[in-house]
């Protein structure tokens, strides 16, 4: 095949199948190595000036017939590796080995070049990597945007986004971005939760969030930066609301803390004991109606009884359905304080806000027999008892008379039912004790003591 045809062929595989020859002072690619000084793009500058660091290598002339070496023919194959093996039969037909150990490094990088040189610039690829709001443009062999973050060391968390995704592949000009998420402990309108955002400022985070900012207070600025530690963030948006006060209707906007602070912008004074129908120091809601109550109040002292008690206890020496009063009971006293209050007009119900004893009430004390009534008093059994207790008090063992002396069934005055062993009145004892104690009555003074019903006895 002739030169032409060998030349042809290397071109086609894509790179010169000649050889340099040794530079003076140190091998066939000087001092600093193959591929010459290597700037901050690296591998891709030193390809780009590959073919003009290489130069053609020089072909040796034919040998007379008489020679007894072999004259070199030409490789079919084609540049690259082939252009290497010619390099070696060459260097053999020369018949030096000084020869030979010049061009077989040169041999081999031209078939290092010719077959990896293509994929080598094919797999390498300009992109653009934002990260954070920070551009810059470099050269990559990644084929996806995960080894990509990987290569540049740039950690991606669950509140970051990565854009285009991480399973996404590269090509050449493709722009990654990455925005970190900040977290930011957001009050908003008095309930506080923790939120993230990749906004980098107050005002993105706010239009990020959705949250409405006209007119609202925030403890920062809009154009406060935030930062990777993120910031806590107050905001009270504006509201509406109603206050009726003094017969009429006040309504205002407002982003005001408390119902206070909304109070004195809608220029409404409170006085002495005024309040609102909501606490002053609550937070006010959007469409909310407060009452303003305009109260006052005086105090009045009153003196009130205290209920005494009533101990009750038995007592053998009474007769059965007897009852004493040991000890009459006395009520104690107590003075109590209220508050009286008229609210916007109306007087409300009194308030007791204070109360003290004066007097402790004393107990009752009251005994209750249980001796066993006698059967009989001689000479007064056979009597017509019931007639004489209908006459005197018509039969009712509890009567007494107007004037509050006599009492019982048969008109007992205190002192006369005291001698006959009674105790306390005649018309608290039962009926059965009643007529024993007026038998014994008659036993002693016969029906004197019924001067006008005492003939009914005898009936």
Same mark, same amino acid.
């Given at each position: ?18 050889t ?27 390809y780009?000036d ?18 007894t070496?072999?004259?070199?023919? $030409? ?15 060459r ?13 077989i490094?040169?041999?081999? =990088? ?10 080598f610039?094919?797999s390498?690829?300009? =992109? ?5 709001g920070?551009p ?8 996806? =945007? ?8 740039v950690?991606?968390g669950?509140?970051?986004? =990565? ?7 590269l ?21 506080r ?6 906004a ?9 969030l ?14 406060? $930066?935030?930062?990777r ?10 509201r ?16 005001a ?9 809608a220029?409404?004074?409170?006085q002495?004991?005024?309040t ?6 609550s ?21 009130e ?5 009533v ?43 204070a $109360?003290?004893?004066?007097r402790?009430?004393?107990t009752?004390?009251?005994?209750i027999?249980?001796k066993a ?8 059994d056979h ?12 039969g ?6 107007p004037?509050?002396?006599?009492g019982g ?5 205190p ?18 004790e009643?007529?024993?104690?007026a038998?014994?009555?008659?036993v002693?003074?016969?029906a ?6 005492g ?5």
């Amino acid at each position: 095949m002739s030169n032409s045809q060998g030349s042809h062929r290397a071109a086609r595989g894509g790179h010169r199948t000649e050889t340099a020859p040794p530079a003076p002072g140190g091998g066939p690619f000087g001092p600093v190595g193959p591929f010459g000084p290597v700037g901050d793009d690296g591998y891709a500058r030193a390809y780009a000036d590959l073919d003009t660091r290489i130069a053609p290598l020089p072909v040796p002339e034919p040998r007379s017939p008489d020679s007894t070496a072999e004259v070199p023919r $030409e490789d079919t194959d084609g540049g690259g590796r082939a252009g290497a093996r010619r390099a070696a039969r060459r260097r053999r037909s020369s018949g030096g080995p000084d020869r030979l150990r010049r061009l077989i490094p040169q041999a081999l =990088v031209v078939a290092f070049l010719a077959g990896g040189t293509s994929a080598f610039l094919v797999s390498d690829k300009a =992109v653009k990597l934002t990260v954070d709001g920070v551009p810059r443009t470099m050269h990559t062999f990644a084929d996806s =945007v995960e080894e990509l973050l990987a290569d540049e060391h740039v950690p991606v968390g669950a509140h970051d986004i =990565v854009a285009p995704g991480p399973d996404a592949e590269l090509a050449g000009g493709d722009e990654v971005v990455v925005r970190y998420g900040r977290p930011v402990q957001l009050t908003l309108d008095g309930q506080r939760r923790q939120v993230w955002t990749t906004a980098r400022t107050v005002e993105g985070a706010l239009r990020q969030l959705g949250v409405r900012a006209e007119g609202a207070y925030l403890s920062a600025s809009r154009s406060s $930066e935030i930062g990777r530690a993120g910031l806590a963030l107050d905001v009270r948006t504006e509201r509406s609301m109603t206050f009726l006060a003094d017969g009429r209707a006040h309504t205002l906007r407002t982003n005001a803390a408390t119902v206070a602070e909304a109070l004195d912008e809608a220029g409404i004074a409170l006085q002495g004991q005024d309040t609102t129908s909501v606490a002053p120091s609550s937070f006010p809601r959007d469409g909310q109606t407060v009452t303003v109550m305009r109260i006052s109040g005086t105090k009045e002292v009153r003196e009130e009884p205290i209920p005494y008690k009533v101990e009750r206890t038995k007592d053998a020496t009474l007769f059965a359905g007897t009852q004493v009063v040991a000890r009459q009971g006395q009520p104690g006293v107590r003075r109590v304080t209220y508050a009286l209050r008229t609210v916007n007009g109306v007087r409300q119900r009194p308030r007791k806000i204070a $109360e003290e004893i004066v007097r402790r009430p004393v107990t009752q004390q009251i005994k209750i027999g249980t001796k066993a009534l006698p059967s009989s008093v001689g000479g007064a059994d056979h009597l017509n008892w019931s007639g004489l207790a209908h006459c005197e008090s018509g039969g009712r063992p509890s009567a007494l008379d107007p004037s509050g002396t006599y009492g019982g069934l048969y008109q007992f005055d205190p002192g006369t039912w005291h001698a006959l062993g009674g105790s306390g009145r005649a018309e608290q004892a039962p009926a059965g004790e009643q007529t024993y104690r007026a038998k014994r009555l008659f036993v002693k003074r016969g029906a004197s003591p019924w001067p006008h019903c005492g003939r009914r006895l005898y009936r």
